[in-house]
């Protein structure tokens, strides 16, 4: 199943998501099905993704449930383990915030080094509101950052810079890479969507 809301979707997205939930799945030996949105950000309708999901998690898209992503924006594409942190579900999450962190933790360690970010709004030189994606170096310190500032999501992944001359989506080596860097960040998604319930 593939859920397509609105229209203005990175060509490739529709396809791409599809090919990596079916081989995701069949790493892991679970069941996903892809998900695609676009543009809800604020002026930025170029911003879109598609996720992975359990089929026992609601047919219609809830963003306060956590997702395994491919999101792609103008700027930077991210890949990994992404979730809202100002909702009430997040809120239930961390209320253990201990075991969410060794999961992390976990799951950022090892040969393949996953990136720690939580991506936020802030105002520019023109006081115009602007995506920052910031870096973490510890679990502890994404968990911190997401409590003070309450905005937008954590990023347990890879963030790369996604100049317009490269499309790194057709790329088969990046193919390769998403669904080695979904694998990793799997049990976090696990973790948060057990827990979160």
């Not at 809301?5 to 060509?11: A, E, F, G, V, Y």
Request: overall charge positive.
């Amino acid at each position: 199943l593939v859920e397509y809301i609105r229209d203005s979707l990175h060509p490739r997205l529709r396809d791409f998501g599809l090919e990596l939930a079916a081989e995701l799945g069949r790493q892991l030996n679970v069941e996903f099905r892809a998900q695609l949105r676009s543009g809800r950000w604020w002026k930025h309708p170029w911003a879109t993704w598609t996720s992975l999901i359990l089929p026992d998690e609601r047919q219609r898209s809830d963003n306060r449930r956590p997702r395994l992503s491919v999101f792609v924006a103008e700027e930077e594409c991210m890949v990994g383990f992404m979730q809202n942190v100002w909702r009430p579900r997040w809120k239930r999450l961390v209320k253990r915030p201990e075991g969410l962190a060794k999961a992390i933790e976990k799951a950022a360690s090892g040969r393949l080094k996953l990136q720690l970010a939580l991506a936020h709004w802030e105002k520019n030189a023109e006081n115009h509101w602007q995506r920052r994606t910031t870096l973490c170096r510890s679990a502890t310190e994404l968990l911190a950052l997401a409590a003070q500032w309450g905005q937008d999501f954590v990023v347990v992944g890879k963030v790369y810079p996604f100049p317009k001359e490269v499309d790194l989506l057709t790329s088969p080596e990046f193919a390769e890479t998403a669904l080695t860097i979904l694998k990793r960040a799997w049990p976090v998604y696990r973790y948060a969507f057990e827990q979160g319930e």
